[in-house]
């Protein structure tokens, strides 16, 4: 198993950056060509995500992308630092803090309508959204 590790800060022009690397590994580990763009526009997703989160919170640690090579599949996640309260957990929120979740609720949305293999876990010292997509192996010469 094969992993890449990236930390950047949580700046909206270091996205990019985490996106062309994510389809170069990627492409490398033998993720479908006609998928790349997916892989890019959901990793972009997740990224200004986690971006928008630490900047909202206030956090200075990096978002954190992990691009894991298996056997069969390749995964990528993205993690953040930002404390994540459950739906309905009764703590009033004013106009901006709604406008924050719906923007939440729609870039997940994004995410899951790019990726059919999709996990999301947040809690109170973060979250973590981990994307996975099948690999074929490269093909072996015969001669």
Do not use: N
Not at 8 to 21: G, I, N
Not at 87 to 102: I, R
Not at 127 to 141: E, H, K
């Amino acid at each position: 198993m094969a992993t890449v590790e990236l930390r950047f800060s949580a700046l909206p022009e270091h996205v990019r950056t985490a996106r062309l690397v994510a389809a170069a590994v990627a492409r490398r580990a033998g993720v479908d060509e006609a998928v790349l763009d997916e892989v890019r526009l959901a990793v972009g997703e997740a990224c200004s995500r986690a971006v928008g989160l630490h900047q909202s919170a206030g956090i200075a640690a990096p978002v954190k992308v992990a691009l894991i090579e298996e056997e069969k599949q390749f995964s990528i996640e993205v993690g953040d630092e930002a404390p994540h309260s459950a739906p309905g957990d009764g703590v009033p929120g004013g106009a901006a803090e709604d406008a924050e979740a719906e923007e939440d609720e729609m870039g997940l949305a994004v995410i899951s309508g790019l990726v059919d293999d999709v996990e999301v876990a947040a809690g109170e010292h973060g979250g973590l959204i981990r994307m996975t997509w099948p690999t074929t192996p490269p093909a072996v010469a015969l001669g």
